[in-house]
């Protein structure tokens, strides 16, 4: 998997859009860009992933650049409960490499 | 739909025991994974299942960890005997497993404490 590059932490004020950026300079064709973040004391729960478009839930947008080398997570209206560890992972597309490679992600801090 | 289920929520045992963790993956999900977790970290992957079959298990310590996932549902990962180095916690994932887009769905974990 390819390696990824996040910022060691982040703080963002609540109601505020929160922007996490991702660099993955060295992503191929078939990976995935993928976003978890993990609450404390709580398993990492799933967030959006995308390939090369723009992807947007419920939770998140995911903006990837035009050369896939690096993304941007964007909470659009941070609370509190959005303080958190966020990960993102570059994963490959095929049965056998499901695995999901964590680094140690950006601790983001939401202040009230 | 209820997430994955994993017991106990905390271990604390001495060195050289023995320790064995469970999980109850998400309904309908054929792949299950377990991580572990060292403070400060993130998770790292020991092992993956398809169905009652392994995955992947490059990353497991074979010598003193095990897992089964006997009837392809839920799933017991042990350690024995355990070291000081095996405190962390070890959480369970799943997924459909129909597709390699699906995200991994992950329970709150066991947090193990050796002394």
């Known amino acids: 998997d390819a390696k990824t590059t996040q910022p060691t932490s982040m703080d963002c004020a609540e109601g505020r859009a929160a922007n996490l950026p991702c660099n993955h300079s060295?992503?191929?064709?078939?990976?995935?860009v993928y976003w978890y973040r993990q609450i404390h004391s709580q398993g990492p729960q799933y967030i959006i992933h995308?390939?090369?478009n723009n992807e947007t839930n419920e939770m998140a947008s995911l903006i990837i650049t035009e050369d896939r080398k690096s993304s941007t997570l964007i909470l659009p209206h941070a609370t509190l409960r959005d303080t958190a560890v966020y990960y993102c992972?570059?994963?490959?597309?095929?049965?056998?490499?499901?695995?999901?490679?964590f680094g140690t992600g950006t601790r983001l801090t939401i202040i009230p | 739909e209820a997430g994955v289920a994993q017991s106990p929520r905390y271990k604390i045992i001495e060195k050289r025991q023995s320790v064995a963790f469970w999980c109850n993956p998400i309904s309908g999900h054929a792949t299950l994974y377990w991580y572990q977790q060292i403070l400060g970290q993130g998770p790292k992957l020991l092992i993956q299942f398809q169905n009652n079959g392994v995955v992947d298990d490059s990353q497991l310590p074979k010598d003193r960890f095990s897992a089964e996932r006997l009837k392809g549902v839920d799933s017991t990962l042990k350690i024995q005997p355990a070291k000081l180095e095996d405190s962390a916690v070890y959480l369970c994932?799943?997924?459909?497993?129909?597709?390699?887009?699906?995200?991994?769905?992950f329970g709150d974990g066991t947090r193990l404490s050796i002394l």
């Open positions: 995308g390939l090369k």
């Open positions: 992972i570059v994963r490959a597309s095929n049965f056998g490499n499901e695995k999901l490679t």
């Open positions: 060295t992503i191929s064709g078939n990976e995935y």
């Open positions: 994932a799943s997924s459909l497993g129909d597709s390699p887009y699906q995200p991994q769905h």
